[in-house]
């Protein structure tokens, strides 16, 4: 199983951003896909995932509603929309998946991408 992430990129305060992650492999139907994130000097968080099959879906607290997880079963991939972006959510973003329900552990995903950054302007 791999996961290749993208999409990230510098906007200024205010803008958005779409990230993608691919999964190759036949587990993206039975696989949770989260997206987490790190900053510099800061631990890995959570930011949002999605199950497999119900698609729940459970976002931080810290997006307030303006970040939005979806996946398309299709194209083995998921996305994270982005939008009202602010200096703080500069971080790398990785993507991750798990067999099983959602969770905001990092801990508990047991294939993670190489990440994509992220980079807003105030």
């Known amino acids: 199983v791999q996961l290749q992430a993208s999409g990230g990129g510098l906007v200024q305060n205010g803008g958005s951003l779409r990230l993608s992650c691919v999964l190759s492999?036949?587990?993206?139907?039975?696989?949770?896909l989260g997206w987490f994130r790190q900053a510099p000097g800061k631990g890995r968080e959570f930011v949002a995932a999605?199950?497999?099959?119900?698609?729940?879906?459970n976002y931080s607290d810290l997006e307030k509603g303006r970040f939005t997880i979806s996946r398309d079963n299709a194209e083995n991939t998921a996305y994270l929309q982005m939008v009202s972006l602010q200096p703080e959510d500069t971080a790398v973003y990785y993507c991750?998946?798990?067999?099983?329900?959602?969770?905001?552990?990092?801990?508990?995903?047991?294939?993670w991408g190489q990440g994509t950054q992220v980079t807003v302007s105030s």
């Open positions: 991750a998946a798990r067999q099983g329900t959602t969770s905001p552990y990092p801990s508990h995903y047991q294939y």
């Open positions: 999605i199950s497999a099959r119900t698609g729940i879906v």
């Open positions: 492999g036949r587990t993206f139907l039975t696989s949770t």
